[in-house]
Nanobody
Framework: VQLQASGGGLVQAGGSLRLSCAAY????????MGWYRQAPGKQRELVAE???????RYLDSVKGRFTISRDNAKMTVELQMNGLKPEDTAVYYC?????????WGQGTQVTVSS
């Protein structure tokens, strides 16, 4: 299974970005899909996740600003990020998991300037 993330970039505080992850997996609809991020010197953390059934969960600090969505027909998962803050600056990773398998995409850099 390959995951291809895109959509990062440089944006001013208060701006928006949309990350996209394309998955090449016929069983995509059965995967829990998520976005993680890792800032310099910090541990990787879960930002948002959507289950195979469509339920979602978010990091507290992004609730109300970020929205995760999936399109099983297109085999994509997206993260709409609004109201970006400098503390959102990190490398963002797409993850797909279906026990016992766990797949990660390459990271995409998000930089928010103040």
């Amino acid at each position: 299974v390959q995951l291809q993330a895109s959509g990062g970039g440089l944006v001013q505080a208060g701006g928006s970005l949309r990350l996209s992850c394309a998955a090449y997996a016929s069983t995509f609809s059965t995967f829990a899909m998520g976005w993680y991020r890792q800032a310099p010197g910090k541990q990787r953390e879960l930002v948002a996740e959507t289950s195979s059934g469509g339920s979602t969960r978010y990091l507290d600090s992004v609730k109300g600003r970020f929205t995760i969505s999936r399109d099983n027909a297109k085999m994509t998962v997206e993260l709409q990020m609004n109201g970006l803050k400098p503390e959102d600056t990190a490398v963002y990773y797409c993850r797909g998991r279906l026990w016992p398998n766990d797949y990660w995409g390459q990271g995409t850099q998000v930089t928010v300037s103040s």
